[in-house]
């Protein structure tokens, strides 16, 4: 096939949507529910306008005073819908607004006098919008899960009613839309098992700005933040969620052999501001910290902007990722990415990012004596931490770029283009 060119017959770039109902491309990352989903649609769609793509993210408008658009970059932009009240509402509980949102999207096509020739959707929610606009216009529908009901509800003690709706459309999305985006092989061996044998799935990971991340020294970075080069930093950012698994975490270091040792830091980042809902998990975790006496050895900074988070992981012994199931985990490429080494549990996407006794070490999900030993096996030998980081770099620089991803999508868009308007 010739190289993807997302050009029109009439020199005009070709438009496409990516729709994101639930997870704003253009929000602050780490509080209420924004995570992987949030930066994936942004990364996805400024990446695809650098390659010449005109780009309109969708997502339902979650508070009063939010811009209606936001421009990010030429070619990019982030439109935002009113569907059901601005304000924040639990991914749980938006399927209700989902008709008007897709009568918003018709709207604002008519508007603007265009018609979408492809949208790629994020997440169930989205997916039903998908399927809906198809309905009603010629379009080729690309879809990326970000999470299986089926794999989620099998790990959780509350299974919401909105369940069974999830369950029933993320498998007719996968039967029905032209291609599913798996973004690790694990991920697409869970949709055969879990969802259905029928529907196309093309395997194209998540990425990760290698120039952001990777940027500094180790020194330069603990200069920046204020910790002593001798220090042992031992490093989370997530949201925090019950299924992150930062407790395991917490009870591996209060296992760690370091642990009497002054140099011990343990960093766990992200998260809320008071009075938002992973508040609460927040307060369980420094409610372990503090009965496990870690307190003077812990430090939670909150969530940690763009900008600064380069600087946490390039200062990072080791990052840890202690899930309890991850469709792909971005955390551990970021890290990656920084040269630091990442410790991860041996679940989902972390299988295929996280090359164990190469770029760091796998552990089953919970073991907390598991991570103690693996953070315990990183810490006392930074000879080969060096190496492991090091060579996590070049995995993450041969495969997980985002303009690699984004040329990998940009080839997939076109071809999907093509066979509906031939
Ligand atoms: N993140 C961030 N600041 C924070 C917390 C998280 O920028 O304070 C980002 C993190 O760098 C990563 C994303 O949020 O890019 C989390 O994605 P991941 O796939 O690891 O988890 P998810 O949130 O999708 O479960």
């Not at 259905?196 to 990425?207: A, D, E, K, R, Y």
């Not at 996280?354 to 810490?379: C, M």
Request: hydrophobic share 35%; glycine share 8%.
């Amino acid at each position: 096939m010739s190289s993807p060119h997302p050009t029109s017959t009439h020199g005009q770039s070709t438009r496409v949507a990516l729709i994101s109902v639930h997870g704003d491309p253009a929000v602050e990352i780490g509080a209420e529910e924004a995570g992987g989903q949030n930066v994936y649609v942004r990364q996805v769609g400024e990446a695809l306008a650098h390659l010449g793509w005109q780009v309109d993210m969708f997502t339902r408008k979650a508070h009063a005073q939010q811009a209606e658009q936001v421009q990010h970059c030429s070619g990019c932009r982030t439109i935002r819908l009113t569907a059901g009240p601005t304000e924040f509402v639990s991914r749980d509980d938006i399927f209700g607004y989902l008709p008007q949102f897709v009568d918003e999207v018709l709207g604002f096509q008519r508007q603007e006098a265009i018609q979408y020739p492809l949208v790629h959707t994020n997440y169930w929610l989205s997916s039903w919008v998908g399927m809906e606009l198809k309905k009603h216009q010629p379009l080729a529908q690309m879809h990326t899960y970000h999470s299986l009901g089926a794999i989620k509800y099998a790990n959780v003690p509350n299974i919401p009613t909105i369940a069974t709706t999830r369950l029933d459309i993320e498998k007719k999305c996968l039967e029905a839309a032209d291609c599913i985006v798996a973004t690790s092989p694990q991920e697409k061996a869970h949709m055969r098992s879990h969802l259905s044998s029928l529907g196309n799935i093309q395997v194209i990971p998540c990425g990760t700005d290698i120039d952001r991340y990777g940027a500094m020294t180790r020194a330069e970075a603990r200069q920046k933040l204020g910790i002593p080069p001798d220090a042992k930093v031992v490093f989370y950012i997530g949201r925090f969620d019950p299924r992150k698994g930062i407790e395991t975490l917490v009870r591996a270091v209060a296992q760690s052999q370091f642990r009497e040792n002054d140099t011990l830091h343990l960093i766990i980042g992200g998260g809320s501001r008071p009075g938002e809902k992973d508040g609460l998990e927040r307060d369980r975790i420094e409610g372990i910290v503090q009965d496990l006496d870690l307190a003077n050895h812990t430090q939670f900074p909150g969530r940690i902007s763009n900008d600064e988070l380069p600087y946490y992981y390039a200062a990072a012994d080791v990052s840890v990722v202690p899930s309890h199931y991850e469709p792909f985990g971005l955390v551990a490429i970021e890290s990656m990415a920084s040269r630091t080494p990442v410790i991860a549990s041996d679940v989902g996407g972390l299988q295929f990012t996280v090359l164990p006794n190469e770029t760091g070490l796998l552990v089953p999900a919970k073991d907390n004596a598991g991570f103690a030993q693996a953070i315990d096996q990183i810490l006392a030998d930074p000879v080969l931490s060096k190496q492991w980081g090091l060579d996590a770099r070049k995995r993450v620089e041969t495969t997980f770029s985002w303009q690699g991803v984004a040329q990998q999508l940009s080839q997939l868009y076109q071809q999907h283009i093509l066979s509906i308007t031939t």
